[in-house]
């Protein structure tokens, strides 16, 4: 009997049936369980690797997105400087490095606990990273204080209020790392990099000691923040509004970082943003400086201490329920994880020779001053000119040292030593702007804590004004999900 159809014989189909059932083998069972094991752990190890991959694409566009924002507002900022420029007050650049770890792992993994030193090799051979450094361990806080023309609106309010209407056409802006809140309360305000037990708001300590108790959210440089902190000038502040006002026993208030506001906040407390003054009326405050120890750029920029500069307070999370001083001290905040901020100057303050480049006058030949690309040697041929910036000495050669020639150093370095015999041998202290400057020699040996200043004010209105700021900012990711920080390089005109 043939069976054409395709259905086996009845009796073959259930001794089938039959085997089937008796299932699988104990040793089929683990194999088959183990083969389950390895598929979900593959699967587990594809996720964990995507979402890795995710999490530092996100941290990487979060920096990007931030750094685009940014421009818009510092070339906004620039506008507005520029076209207060010729009768503004002042225009201030103060800069300042420390020494700070990454983060926490990176605190974890150096072996003497001092950010200051680091085995770069991990061959037990030890660097020891220099002042003029800037690096993932030497971190710059820099800071800028100018003053713009254009319309700004009210941010905070009196009272209750989170934000009072009104807006001006005047304004002091400052741009600088914020102190961040313990998380004490209520809270206390520390320095970035800082750790002094009691609140010392000193520059910079190195060592890691208590940090968690002293300054647990602004101790590492991926937990700082640059602020923004904006003033209106209003001569005449409405009735029932509180601002900071003028105050005779306060020379360079409204704008002194210890001014005092009408409800007895300090400037600094970045409680309002409303200051009774104006372009005009400030420029003239300023200008009746006199005194070695009352100087505009020390009123201006005077911290706690004779090295620590003044810093804004800031709260990127205010406590709920919110209050509108809470609200206030959240509106500064502007670059998060900003581990390096460097503000440095351009502009024709020089004459040189343009065979040499070498200085050959203190006064302004109409070009923007520059340096030879490449380095100017003997016999070399001129090849291109690039625009020269000063400011706090930076080796941007990455050559180990710092040269007048291609690095950045304070003007006033510049021009007293282009090792040219026509060359003064000082420069006057107002010329073409008053620079703290420490002499070039001492770069290699120079305190960590030692600073840089360049004020141009009333007493330079009419001598060389920068003609661009380069803003140089790093943005890291506090996780840790990026490798190292993204930089951002914003050229400002000025004029
Ligand atoms: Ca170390
Ligand atoms: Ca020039
Ligand atoms: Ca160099």
Not at 79 to 100: E, F, H, K
Not at 153 to 162: E, K, N, P, V
Not at 360 to 378: A, E, W
Request: aromatic residues 10%; charged residues 20%; hydrophobic residues 35%.
């Amino acid at each position: 009997m043939t069976h054409l159809s395709g259905n086996p014989p009845r009796r073959n189909r259930l001794a089938r049936l039959r085997r089937e059932r008796a299932g699988f083998s104990l040793l089929e069972l683990m194999v088959s369980i183990a083969l389950v094991l390895i598929l979900i752990l593959g699967i587990n190890q594809v996720f964990g690797l995507s979402s890795r991959t995710v999490g530092a694409g996100q941290a990487l566009s979060e920096a990007n997105r931030d750094g685009r924002n940014a421009q818009s507002i510092f070339f906004e900022d620039a506008r507005g400087a520029s076209s207060a420029l010729s009768d503004a007050p002042c225009l201030i650049i103060r800069s300042q490095g420390v020494y700070a770890f990454r983060n926490k792992a990176d605190l974890e993994a150096d072996a003497d606990q001092n950010p200051a030193t680091q085995d770069l090799q991990g061959d037990g051979k030890i660097t020891t990273f220099r002042s003029y450094d800037v690096n993932e361990r030497r971190h710059r806080l820099d800071q800028l204080f100018m003053f713009a023309r254009g319309v700004n609106h009210r941010q905070t309010g009196t009272g209750g209020s989170f934000g009072d209407v009104g807006s001006s056409f005047e304004s002091y802006i400052v741009y600088g790392h914020l102190q961040l809140p313990d998380n004490a309360s209520p809270p206390g305000y520390r320095y970035p990099g800082d750790s002094t037990p009691g609140n010392g708001n000193a520059v910079s300590n190195s060592t890691p000691a208590n940090w968690q108790t002293q300054n647990p959210n602004n101790y590492f440089a991926t937990q700082w923040i640059v602020g923004r902190s904006v003033f209106l000038l209003d001569a005449a502040p409405p009735a029932g509004t509180a601002f900071y006002k003028r105050a005779i026993t306060d020379k360079f208030s409204p704008l002194a970082p210890f001014s005092k506001a009408t409800t007895g906040e300090l400037l600094t407390d970045s409680r309002y943003d409303l200051c009774e003054t104006s372009l005009d009326t400030y420029r003239q405050t300023i200008a009746f400086d006199d005194g070695p120890l009352a100087k505009f750029w020390q009123g201006l920029t005077a911290g706690p201490t004779a090295v620590a500069p003044a810093r804004f307070l800031g709260n990127p999370t205010p406590p709920r329920p919110l209050t509108s001083a809470d609200a206030a001290r959240a509106v500064p905040c502007f670059l998060r994880g900003c581990t390096q901020f460097l503000v440095e100057y351009a502009g024709d303050f020089c004459t040189q020779d343009p065979m040499t480049g070498l200085v050959t006058s203190l006064q302004p030949d109409g070009i923007i001053d520059y340096i030879f690309d490449p380095p100017l040697k003997v016999g070399d041929p001129v090849i291109k000119k690039k625009v020269r910036w000063y400011g706090f000495p930076r080796d941007v050669t990455d050559d180990g040292t710092v040269d007048a020639r291609q690095d950045v150093v304070p003007l006033a370095h510049f021009v007293r030593n282009s090792d040219t015999s026509s060359m003064v041998a000082d420069v006057p202290s107002a010329f073409p702007v008053w620079e703290r400057v420490v002499p070039s020699s001492s770069y290699p040996t120079m305190p960590p804590d030692d600073y840089f200043l360049a004020a141009w004010g009333p007493d330079t209105q009419n001598g060389p004004k920068p003609t661009m700021i380069r803003i140089t900012a790093v943005l890291d990711d506090a996780d840790g999900r990026i490798a190292a920080g993204q930089s951002f390089e914003y050229v400002l005109k000025l004029q």
